[in-house]
């Protein structure tokens, strides 16, 4: 989707400014939202594409007055309501106003959650997917302008790429995100000149790699 969060190639937003030595968190409520939101998604209810969707669609204003941790708080409160956690009256008086879904799954304990998040979770898939690309091959991304979830930004869309790896067969976030399946393809790294993505004013010394989807490429004309 066209949304507020991709900003690459955008102009006017200032610079990046780093902080040395920078906290994870720098409030304890960040903390919290962090915690809360690995929390609920611990119930299954929704996976990471739809969480990241969730955050990323919001109306320009709001997504860029927010700050991180804002972002966060927002969408998983938004998801809560959505899959039935929590009720629209609940958050609004800041209790528990009904008793909880049938369904909830029970917490972890909390000495179980550093390991279970050391441990992760993979979205490379066994799959037997026959690759539409291999290494060295040349390559267009789609124009996409749709309103859902996608992960191709707009800056390299319609733009040429030699694929440089063949990472393997990964869940497609765009159908995952609409429970719509996992749709198992290869995910590519895809190598960019810096002139074929920001044109003239680009150094002829620069490129850039992204990780592409199948279904965001299709064969360059010879």
């Known amino acids: 989707m066209n949304g507020p969060h991709d900003l690459g190639g955008s102009h006017g937003?200032?610079?990046?400014l780093r902080e040395e030595n920078e906290p994870p968190f720098h409030e304890?409520?960040?903390?919290?939202?962090?915690?809360l939101t690995l929390a609920l998604g611990f119930h299954g209810r929704w996976n990471i594409d739809r969480s990241r969707h969730t955050r990323e669609n919001r109306h320009p204003i709001d997504y860029l007055?927010?700050?991180?941790?804002?972002?966060?708080?927002k969408g998983v409160e938004q998801l809560a309501i959505e899959t039935g956690l929590v009720a629209p009256e609940e958050v609004a008086a800041g209790r528990a106003l009904h008793p909880g879904p049938a369904d909830a799954?029970?917490?972890?304990?909390?000495?179980?959650?550093?390991?279970?998040?050391?441990?992760?979770?993979?979205?490379?898939?066994?799959?037997?997917?026959?690759?539409r690309?291999?290494?060295?091959d040349s390559v267009i991304v789609k124009e996409m302008t749709k309103p859902g979830h996608t992960r191709a930004p707009r800056y390299?869309?319609?733009?040429?790429?030699?694929i440089a790896r063949d990472h393997g067969v990964f869940i497609f976030p765009d159908a995952n995100a609409h429970g719509l399946g996992k749709k198992p393809q290869h995910l590519y790294s895809v190598r960019f000149d810096g002139r074929t993505l920001w044109g003239e004013g680009g150094s002829e010394r620069d490129c850039v790699?992204?990780?592409?989807?199948d279904d965001y490429l299709e064969p360059a004309p010879q």
Not at 156 to 162: A, E, T, V
């Open 13 to 16: 937003l200032g610079p990046i």
């Open 28 to 35: 304890e409520w960040e903390r919290r939202a962090f915690a």
């Open 65 to 73: 007055g927010s700050s991180y941790y804002e972002l966060w708080f």
């Open 105 to 131: 799954l029970p917490p972890h304990p909390p000495e179980a959650v550093a390991a279970i998040l050391r441990r992760g979770s993979a979205a490379n898939l066994p799959d037997d997917v026959p690759a």
């Open 133 to 136: 690309f291999r290494p060295g």
């Open 156 to 162: 390299c869309r319609n733009k040429r790429g030699i």
């Open 209 to 213: 790699l992204l990780d592409l989807w």
